[in-house]
């Protein structure tokens, strides 16, 4: 089974820039999340997706961040403008059933803003 | 609320035990397992619900007291491979997964 797609995988930008990250879920995975974990801490979770609905976003900073599930599959967040502080791995991640099997994580995207 | 994982690191020799323990201010629908090795994305290990029974996988198993809202990963005759960062992630009835402070594990020959 294929596992879940992130892309890119490094990314170095600007403060004020904007910056998009990309996510293919497993097949048939119906829920679809974004974690942001800063250096040393645990996943702390952004949004969550049930196919193509926001089910949680009450985390994400809406002034700078948004993200879109088209179709229920493919998933994209985005920044605008980053700052110092989104300086972290960004994990996206799939499962079925309420994660009943767990959660499948990418490999996720190093974002580094200076 | 952040779970709170205890203790934050553990060093073992090969072959020694470990039990790391999570515990939620919240009453809980079930808590998941994961490790994290330096760079990567986290792995699943195992996910124990209420009313469920103590799991296992390998050498590795755990338990989820309901009326504590604690469970406890236990890591027995650990490897080299056991080593590195451990997460629980706590669900209540809101479905979202709320993972814990971490325990750093490193495993030395």
């Known amino acids: 089974e294929a596992g879940v797609a992130q892309s890119p995988r490094y990314k170095i930008i600007e403060k004020r820039q904007s910056v998009a990250f990309w996510c293919n879920p497993i097949?048939?995975?119906?829920?679809l999340y974004w974690y942001q974990q800063i250096l040393g801490q645990g996943p702390k979770l952004l949004i969550q997706?049930?196919?193509?609905?926001?089910?949680?976003d009450s985390q994400l900073p809406k002034d700078r961040f948004s993200a879109e599930r088209l179709k229920g599959v493919d998933s994209t967040l985005k920044i605008q403008p980053a700052k110092l502080e989104d300086s972290a791995v960004y994990l996206c991640?799939?499962?079925?059933?309420?994660?009943?099997?767990?959660?499948?994580f990418g490999s996720g995207t190093r974002l580094t803003v200076v | 609320q952040q779970p709170v994982q205890s203790p934050q690191a553990v060093i073992l020799r090969e072959g020694e035990d470990a039990v790391i323990n999570c515990s939620s201010s919240?009453?809980?629908?079930?808590v998941h397992w994961y490790r994290q090795k330096h760079g990567e994305a986290p792995v699943f290990l195992m996910i124990?619900?209420?009313?469920?029974e103590q799991k296992g996988h390998e050498k590795i198993s755990a338990s989820f007291n309901e009326k504590k809202q604690q469970s406890s990963l236990y890591l027995t005759a650990s490897q080299l491979s056991y080593s590195g960062t451990y997460f629980c992630?706590?669900?209540?009835?809101?479905?979202?997964?709320?993972f814990g402070t971490g325990t750093r594990l490193q495993v030395f020959p």
């Open positions: 991640a799939s499962s079925l059933d309420r994660g009943l099997g767990g959660y499948t």
């Open positions: 097949s048939g995975h119906a829920t």
């Open positions: 997706f049930q196919n193509n609905g926001v089910v949680d």
């Open positions: 919240k009453a809980l629908y079930s």
């Open positions: 124990l619900l209420k009313g469920g």
């Open positions: 992630g706590t669900e209540d009835t809101t479905d979202k997964l709320i």
